[in-house]
């Protein structure tokens, strides 16, 4: 009898630790699936509508996003999967007012196919410093940040932009020149920057893909208890 529980425990333990390793390797499984479904998420999730300008300032500029120098304000915008380039007075700092021209891109790598412009930077810049800043000569430049496009790769952070241009368009090997910006006084001009430049609808997506992920990380771990 003291032998066949003995040999009767024995096979219980041996069928709790199979169960166990069971579930861990299904547990494993699940973490796994859970970092390539979210990669993906944030992949398709984050894509995000741009202009590559190569003929004014080589950078990608979101679309969307009002920009200006001192002599135009400038913005692009997609239209049934086209991107054009919408042209106002220098004065109109929003876009929003009278269009002075209107042109297809059609020498410029640019991407329309997603319902959301790209999180970037801005760098203001103004004539004087302090108080003898001239509000009237204020520009505003932005960049597509935190994404490579075509080579170009531009970054902010504690007041800092860079821009970084690579020889290769994945952005792979080496940075064959940089453009920095610092927020302050710089010699006779004044500049700002604004990191946190996004489109609403970017942020409401990348939220979309963390929720999904959530909640699917949530349901896979239950079902392994």
């Known amino acids: 009898i003291i032998m066949i529980i003995i040999f009767k425990y024995k096979k219980l333990a041996e069928t709790e630790s199979y169960n166990q390793r069971a ?3 299904t547990m494993w499984f699940n973490l ?16 995000c509508n741009y202009v590559n300008e ?17 002599y135009e304000a400038y913005t692009y ?11 106002y007075t220098s004065d109109d700092r929003s876009c929003s007012g009278s269009v002075t021209s209107r042109e297809q891109v059609t020498s410029q ?7 959301a412009s790209c999180p970037y930077l801005a760098v203001y810049e103004y004539w004087g410093c302090g108080a003898d800043k001239d509000v009237s000569t204020k520009t505003k430049q932005v960049t597509v940040r935190d994404m490579c496009i075509n080579g170009v790769l531009a970054t902010c952070s504690d007041g800092t932009a860079q821009v970084f241009y ?16 610092s ?13 946190e430049g996004v489109d609403g609808a970017t ?3 990348q939220q979309v893909a963390n929720a999904i992920t959530f909640a699917m990380a949530a349901w896979m771990m239950v079902s392994v208890i």
């Open 77 to 87: 915008r997609c239209e049934d999967g086209v991107a054009y380039i919408y042209k």
């Open 23 to 25: 579930k861990m390797k």
């Open 183 to 195: 927020a302050g006084c710089s010699g006779s001009a004044e500049i700002e920057v604004d990191c």
């Open 166 to 181: 690579y020889d290769n368009a994945d952005c792979s090997g080496t940075v064959s020149s940089t453009d920095t910006s």
């Open 109 to 115: 790598l640019y991407n329309c196919a997603d319902s």
């Open 54 to 70: 190569v003929s004014i300032t080589t950078r990608p500029i979101p679309v969307g996003v009002c920009y200006y120098s001192w």
């Open 32 to 47: 796994l699936a859970i970092s390539v479904i979210h990669t993906f998420l944030l992949y398709t999730c984050s894509a």
């Open 203 to 205: 942020n409401a997506m």
